[in-house]
């Protein structure tokens, strides 16, 4: 079949460019300082901040303290001994990028395992390792006893993030499959925490590739790669179970598939695209592909190559996408919406949400207002501070000099779509780590980044800037990630301080009180054929608490009952 044509690869820029670090400087500094007064002023400072409201919590708590460290990394880059260690780095990584993607595997699989203790943070991320487990036994659903529904799975929780069936008890997910199918293999194995690192690893690797394929130099994929490396974002994401990693990487596979977009590949991004879709829900890749299926639709032979990527959406789209609705749907026989929103509801509520638009009331979409600019606005300030300082603004620059490439042009785009795709989301992103509703994108910019790298080649402005921002990296990949290792392992020890202390590996009944501010209802997870010895169930009260027991589990000993809950043991 004929090849399409490809648009020629960016060509380097001259002129004014020993003007680009000073102004990096002064703007990284700026913007700092503003998000710096823009979080205290959100979090309501000097009043302390309510772990209730977790998005603001954690803008304050952890945020500040980012911003602060940022300031400091971009003077100390300043410092002329730090650059020539640093351009080593990048010459090292870029030499040696499957050595490198094998090492990040391993340190994140440590991150995972010791600062984030393979424990899912939210109901998010546990229903997808739950519905893993439930694919890794063979099944569809998982089974609880339908008498005890309503203690393992915390009401606010049900039809948000799981559905059950009040009869069978047949237990699902209420995200798309995609994610729960990819863990599904490491849940067999017993290493679901590796999945999301190995996702990672190759992710790092082809924001490599992409970086030499978009620029036609080789030095740009160390670049991409230590740009990626050096931002806690793209690391501590890796050491959760969201999807966003898996987001991210599919994406990215996705463009590659594109840059040569033959009838063959164009088949085959609609196939890496519908997974993408039914990965948790379908609008992260919506929002991301959006600028490249209009550009496809624009170019000769529009008609068959949007058909041609049609043909590979629709199959899984189909089957597991809409399937999926029909699954829970028959669970659940009908549709309960919970007071507060989840990512979840983006699915179950679409229909109803147009019809709300038009009504200017909110289910979860709603017209940007000054809160919701607010909100968005704040996510930004973590995508700023969750990342070498400067970074976006180095994409920001790699998307200008990279205008006449389409290619480049439509990585940008694809940020761009994404921001405001969820400008009419109303509710902030909660729980995560750097800015998780733009995390599907988030692996444009090291590459945008790289190519605002190469692309200013002339001395001696572009070197200065190179040797900049190489120690800029080095920096934040020492410091940054220490503070944000630091900040994770104690939030999740945190979180994991709440539950009443049992004894691992006996039966036992270990009964959680429910305390809105601290999530303790996130701590209800259970295997889902309840195939574990200890069963974890919300807690409704002393007196409803020894009820149950005293009826459902008559020969169980109370050997723990304080502030956190009560611990039943069974043998």
């Given at each position: 079949?004929?090849?399409?044509?490809?648009?020629?690869?960016?060509?380097?820029?001259?002129?004014?460019?020993?003007?680009?670090?000073?102004?990096?400087?002064?703007?990284?500094?700026?913007?700092?300082?503003?998000?710096?007064?823009?979080?205290?002023?959100?979090?309501?400072?000097?009043?302390?901040?309510?772990?209730?409201?977790?998005?603001?919590?954690?803008?304050?708590?952890?945020?500040?303290?980012?911003?602060?460290?940022?300031?400091?990394?971009?003077?100390?880059?300043?410092?002329?001994?730090?650059?020539?260690?640093?351009?080593?780095?990048?010459?090292?990584?870029?030499?040696?990028?499957?050595?490198?993607?094998?090492?990040?595997?391993?340190?994140?699989?440590?991150?995972?395992?010791?600062?984030?203790?393979?424990?899912?943070?939210?109901?998010?991320?546990?229903?997808?390792?739950?519905?893993?487990?439930?694919?890794?036994?063979?099944?569809?659903t998982g089974r609880f006893p339908p008498d005890l529904l309503e203690r393992l799975i915390?009401?606010?929780?049900?039809?948000?993030?799981?559905?059950?069936?009040?009869?069978?008890?047949?237990?699902?997910?209420?995200?798309?499959?995609?994610?729960?199918?990819?863990?599904?293999?490491?849940?067999?194995?017993?290493?679901?925490?590796?999945?999301?690192?190995?996702?990672?690893?190759?992710?790092?690797?082809?924001?490599?590739?992409?970086?030499?394929?978009?620029?036609?130099?080789?030095?740009?994929?160390?670049?991409?790669?230590?740009?990626?490396?050096?931002?806690?974002?793209?690391?501590?994401?890796?050491?959760?179970?969201?999807?966003?990693?898996?987001?991210?990487?599919?994406?990215?596979?996705?463009?590659?598939?594109?840059?040569?977009?033959?009838?063959?590949?164009?088949?085959?991004?609609?196939?890496?695209?519908?997974?993408?879709?039914?990965?948790?829900?379908?609008?992260?890749?919506?929002?991301?592909?959006?600028?490249?299926?209009?550009?496809?639709?624009?170019?000769?032979?529009?008609?068959?190559?949007?058909?041609?990527?049609?043909?590979?959406?629709?199959?899984?789209?189909?089957?597991?996408?809409?399937?999926?609705?029909?699954?829970?749907?028959?669970?659940?026989?009908?549709?309960?919406?919970?007071?507060?929103?989840?990512?979840?509801?983006?699915?179950?509520?679409?229909?109803?949400?147009?019809?709300?638009?038009?009504?200017?009331?909110?289910?979860?979409?709603?017209?940007?207002?000054?809160?919701?600019?607010?909100?968005?606005?704040?996510?930004?300030?973590?995508?700023?501070?969750?990342?070498?300082?400067?970074?976006?603004?180095?994409?920001?620059?790699?998307?200008?000099?990279?205008?006449?490439?389409?290619?480049?042009?439509?990585?940008?785009?694809?940020?761009?779509?994404?921001?405001?795709?969820?400008?009419?989301?109303?509710?902030?992103?909660?729980?995560?780590?750097?800015?998780?509703?733009?995390?599907?994108?988030?692996?444009?910019?090291?590459?945008?980044?790289?190519?605002?790298?190469?692309?200013?080649?002339?001395?001696?402005?572009?070197?200065?800037?190179?040797?900049?921002?190489?120690?800029?990296?080095?920096?934040?990949?020492?410091?940054?990630?220490?503070?944000?290792?630091?900040?994770?392992?104690?939030?999740?020890?945190?979180?994991?301080?709440?539950?009443?202390?049992?004894?691992?590996?006996?039966?036992?009944?270990?009964?959680?009180?429910?305390?809105?501010?601290?999530?303790?209802?996130?701590?209800?997870?259970?295997?889902?054929?309840?195939?574990?010895?200890?069963?974890?169930?919300?807690?409704?009260?002393?007196?409803?608490?020894?009820?149950?027991?005293?009826?459902?589990?008559?020969?169980?000993?109370?050997?723990?009952?304080?502030?956190?809950?009560?611990?039943?043991?069974?043998?």
């Open positions: 079949m004929r090849r399409m044509a490809m648009t020629p690869q960016a060509t380097p820029v001259t002129g004014q460019s020993d003007r680009w670090m000073p102004a990096l400087v002064g703007f990284a500094l700026f913007i700092s300082v503003l998000f710096i007064i823009f979080v205290l002023s959100y979090t309501d400072y000097p009043f302390p901040p309510e772990r209730l409201w977790i998005f603001r919590y954690l803008l304050r708590t952890q945020d500040v303290p980012g911003l602060v460290l940022t300031i400091a990394i971009v003077l100390a880059a300043c410092l002329p001994w730090t650059r020539k260690p640093a351009l080593a780095v990048v010459d090292i990584v870029a030499r040696n990028p499957w050595p490198t993607a094998a090492l990040t595997f391993l340190l994140l699989c440590f991150g995972a395992l010791y600062l984030s203790h393979a424990h899912p943070m939210t109901q998010d991320d546990y229903a997808a390792l739950f519905q893993s487990r439930v694919f890794a036994a063979g099944h569809i915390p009401e606010i929780y049900r039809n948000r993030f799981l559905y059950a069936s009040d009869q069978t008890g047949a237990v699902a997910s209420a995200y798309w499959p995609g994610f729960a199918l990819l863990l599904a293999p490491f849940s067999l194995v017993g290493a679901p925490w590796a999945c999301n690192p190995l996702l990672a690893s190759l992710a790092l690797v082809l924001m490599g590739k992409l970086a030499t394929r978009l620029t036609g130099n080789p030095e740009a994929a160390g670049w991409a790669m230590l740009l990626a490396l050096a931002s806690p974002a793209f690391t501590a994401m890796a050491t959760t179970f969201y999807s966003m990693t898996a987001h991210l990487l599919f994406n990215l596979v996705f463009v590659w598939l594109l840059l040569e977009p033959t009838y063959r590949r164009l088949f085959l991004a609609g196939v890496v695209g519908s997974f993408a879709l039914v990965l948790h829900h379908p609008l992260p890749h919506a929002l991301f592909a959006l600028p490249w299926i209009a550009w496809l639709a624009v170019q000769p032979n529009a008609r068959r190559r949007i058909l041609a990527l049609a043909a590979g959406y629709a199959p899984l789209v189909v089957v597991l996408g809409f399937g999926w609705m029909v699954l829970l749907n028959d669970l659940q026989g009908r549709v309960v919406w919970a007071m507060f929103p989840s990512d979840a509801d983006l699915l179950h509520r679409f229909g109803n949400s147009l019809w709300a638009l038009y009504l200017k009331s909110k289910t979860f979409l709603s017209w940007p207002d000054k809160r919701i600019w607010t909100i968005r606005l704040a996510e930004q300030e973590r995508l700023w501070s969750w990342a070498v300082p400067g970074l976006p603004v180095l994409a920001a620059a790699g998307w200008w000099l990279g205008r006449r490439d389409s290619r480049l042009s439509l990585l940008g785009f694809s940020v761009v779509a994404t921001m405001l795709g969820y400008l009419v989301v109303w509710f902030d992103e909660g729980f995560g780590w750097g800015a998780r509703y733009r995390h599907s994108a988030w692996g444009t910019l090291p590459v945008l980044g790289a190519a605002a790298l190469v692309l200013l080649r002339e001395p001696p402005g572009g070197a200065k800037l190179r040797a900049y921002v190489a120690s800029l990296a080095v920096l934040s990949l020492v410091f940054g990630t220490s503070l944000r290792s630091a900040q994770i392992k104690e939030f999740i020890e945190d979180q994991l301080s709440h539950l009443p202390p049992y004894v691992a590996g006996v039966r036992q009944i270990v009964l959680i009180r429910y305390d809105a501010e601290n999530y303790t209802a996130d701590l209800v997870q259970n295997d889902p054929f309840l195939r574990d010895k200890v069963w974890f169930l919300m807690g409704f009260g002393r007196q409803y608490d020894q009820a149950l027991m005293k009826s459902r589990f008559p020969e169980a000993r109370q050997v723990v009952d304080d502030e956190r809950g009560s611990v039943w043991r069974l043998e």
